[in-house]
């Protein structure tokens, strides 16, 4: 009962801030807003105003007359455009505020790629409190990952945690409650579309967009030679002709496209091995990989790295909300001290 009430009047919010989708969970409700980070700008006599934000921008990408700009605000996981990523920040905490009973200026834990450097960090900070917030704590995504995985951080026990977001990778080892190991690389499923782009290009002179290609990786894209092979019919504009033409892809071709990408993730998860300590290891050997963000759902990924390594590799359930899911448990937990979270300053 008591935590129901605490609940309904709880003011805080954990953000995952994601280079492809925004997740807002809410204390005691759980996530209440999934919308991909992307926004859409009109721009009048020189004024800049706000023309749709979330799912309703993203429909626009690519798609937009010359006064609208879709744009994605963050890029390989850092905010490339700070007013724009406030301006989308302020957007869904409204929403969320019309949709749920919330207090005016909530606290916010904000999860945050590993490696982001101090002013990085600043930046999605400062975005936060213009946005709103009355204070802002910071979490790194694996650890946020790893809980919403389900994985016991708080044990003496090492676990690692592969979360293959839109803009990064995120790769760590963890122990009672902190990040033993950490390395966070700038691609993930945005490199996945652009290699599928530049490969159409290359192989068939045929210009494809961008959510051509999400929806080639998504549909048959496959990351292990043993797959079962999957065609899908494509449409884009023949570049020699420039006229648009239908061509057939199989999931065999997509592989071909997504080699540089996916041997860079390999060769990480296997430096990560390398360079844990032995003691943790030694549990990993035991315990295996466990896949999270979107790009774990790229078909037969976890049968890549486990060819590769030799370990046992899982993919979390759910793993395009396992970072908002963990974000939401550690700031459940963040009172009692017991999560490993990072300086703001
Ligand atoms: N079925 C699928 N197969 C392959 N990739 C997928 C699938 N579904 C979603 N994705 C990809 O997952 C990515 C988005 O994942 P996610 O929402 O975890 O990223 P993010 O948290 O926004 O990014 P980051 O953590 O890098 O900031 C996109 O690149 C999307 O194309």
Do not use: W
């Not at 801030?17 to 759980?30: H, K, S």
């Not at 909530?106 to 990085?120: A, G, H, K, N």
């Not at 790009?295 to 396992?322: F, N, Y």
């Amino acid at each position: 009962m008591l935590k129901k009430l605490r609940g309904m009047f709880s003011n805080d919010l954990s953000i995952d801030l994601g280079t492809a989708n925004t997740l807002i969970y809410v204390r005691g409700q759980g996530i209440i807003l999934n919308e991909p980070s992307v926004v859409a700008i009109r721009i009048h006599n020189g004024q800049k105003t706000i023309e749709a934000v979330g799912t309703e921008a993203k429909r626009m990408l690519g798609r937009t007359p010359g006064n609208i700009t879709a744009i994605r605000p963050l890029k390989d996981g850092v905010i490339a455009d700070f007013q724009v990523t406030e301006k989308m920040l302020q957007h869904f905490i409204a929403k969320v505020h019309e949709t749920r009973y919330i207090r005016p200026s909530p606290r916010v834990l904000i999860c945050v790629p590993c490696m982001s450097t101090q002013v990085e960090r600043r930046a999605i900070r400062e975005s936060a409190l213009s946005a709103g917030a009355r204070e802002v704590r910071l979490i790194e995504e694996p650890m946020a990952a790893a809980i919403g995985a389900g994985l016991d951080v708080d044990e003496a026990s090492g676990c690692m945690v592969v979360d293959v977001g839109g803009g990064t990778t995120e790769i760590a080892i963890i122990s009672l409650n902190g990040v033993v190991y950490r390395d966070s690389l700038r691609l993930g499923g945005d490199r996945f579309d652009e290699a599928i782009v530049a490969y159409v290009r290359r192989r068939y002179g045929t210009l494809i967009g961008d959510a051509t290609a999400e929806r080639i990786k998504e549909e048959i894209g496959s990351a292990f030679a043993g797959s079962e092979v999957r065609e899908i019919d494509v449409r884009g504009r023949n570049l020699a002709e420039g006229v648009p033409r239908s061509f057939t892809l199989n999931s065999d071709e997509i592989l071909d496209a997504l080699q540089d990408p996916l041997a860079s993730i390999v060769q990480s998860v296997k430096s990560a091995l390398e360079q844990a300590p032995p003691e943790l290891a030694a549990d990993i050997a035991e315990s295996g990989i466990v896949l999270t963000g979107g790009g774990a759902l790229l078909r037969d990924l976890d049968r890549l790295i486990a060819e590769e390594t030799g370990l046992p590799v899982v993919v979390a359930d759910d793993p395009l909300t396992c970072v908002a899911r963990g974000g939401g448990l550690a700031m459940e937990r963040m009172d009692r001290h017991t999560i490993d979270l990072l300086s703001t300053e």
